[in-house]
């Protein structure tokens, strides 16, 4: 068995909220008790801001979160999942960081889609990597705007992942469609997912920081809440079916994977 965290913080305008949201993430990254994976939101170090030269700004706090990242990996014997907003390789880059157990980094996401606003921040698009095995662990990376695309979402689920991370911010989205994307995710690829967010002060839109079960069952749903939930899962489990009226079990991924028939939407 796992425990499973994910944190919300309270996304509040201001002169300069980036550095309160920072701290607090990380106090609650610390206040995990049994921490076997936890998962913090996209722009850790860069959120509540909205305007690109604030943001920039912020890009150099990325490194202190990221060396705090690791430490509570490393003291914890977690897995910690961690995004941020940072110059890397003289590129600006949406990243999202899994620190190992000892507090090394495992792996490093980019961001594939960008919406608008990152466009015009110049963020580098990530080539497509997008999963990687960990100590028999198979975990798949969306951020935020990814939900919205399908083609990353089958990629994911022909790796047969068994956990989906996904650091987000949709302040602006319903908070029915961020529940039916969660969802979707882990009953098409066949896995927990674990989504971080945050809170919008509002149950209509944003928020809903989540860990959702491979037949897609809701387990936590912070909704509007600020701070943490944390749900006991395996991450091995699968769900099974029938792979069709009066047929044997499957795996409920390659219930779907086996009537793929891409080439004909070309």
Request: with cysteine.
């Amino acid at each position: 068995m796992m425990n499973v965290t994910v944190v919300q913080p309270n996304y509040f305008s201001g002169s300069s909220p980036d550095g309160p949201i920072a701290e607090f993430l990380l106090q609650e990254m610390k206040k995990v008790k049994a921490g076997d994976l936890i998962v913090l939101p996209e722009y850790s170090n860069a959120g509540g801001l909205s305007d690109a030269e604030r943001e920039i700004a912020a890009m150099s706090r990325a490194g202190e979160m990221l060396v705090q990242a690791a430490a509570t990996a490393k003291e914890k014997s977690a897995y910690v999942v961690i995004n941020v907003l940072e110059e890397r390789d003289g590129k600006r880059r949406n990243s999202t960081y899994l620190f190992d157990r000892n507090g090394n980094t495992a792996f490093v996401y980019d961001k594939i889609h960008l919406p608008p606003s990152e466009l015009a921040l110049d963020v580098t698009r990530g080539s497509g990597a997008c999963f990687c095995e960990l100590d028999g662990l198979r975990f798949g990376f969306m951020t935020c705007y990814d939900v919205y695309y399908s083609e990353q979402l089958e990629a994911i689920a022909a790796q047969k992942p068994d956990i989906v991370l996904i650091p987000g911010y949709q302040r602006g989205e319903r908070t029915d469609i961020i529940r039916a994307q969660a969802k979707l995710a882990a009953f098409r690829c066949n896995a927990y997912v674990a989504r971080s967010s945050y809170s919008m002060n509002s149950d209509e839109r944003g928020g809903c920081s989540m860990i959702v079960a491979p037949d897609g069952q809701i387990l936590k749903d912070m909704g509007k809440e600020v701070g943490s939930i944390s749900a006991q899962i395996d991450p091995i489990w699968k769900y099974m079916r029938t792979a069709g009226f009066g047929c044997g079990m499957v795996r409920n991924d390659d219930f779907i994977s086996v009537g793929l028939c891409p080439e004909l939407f070309r």
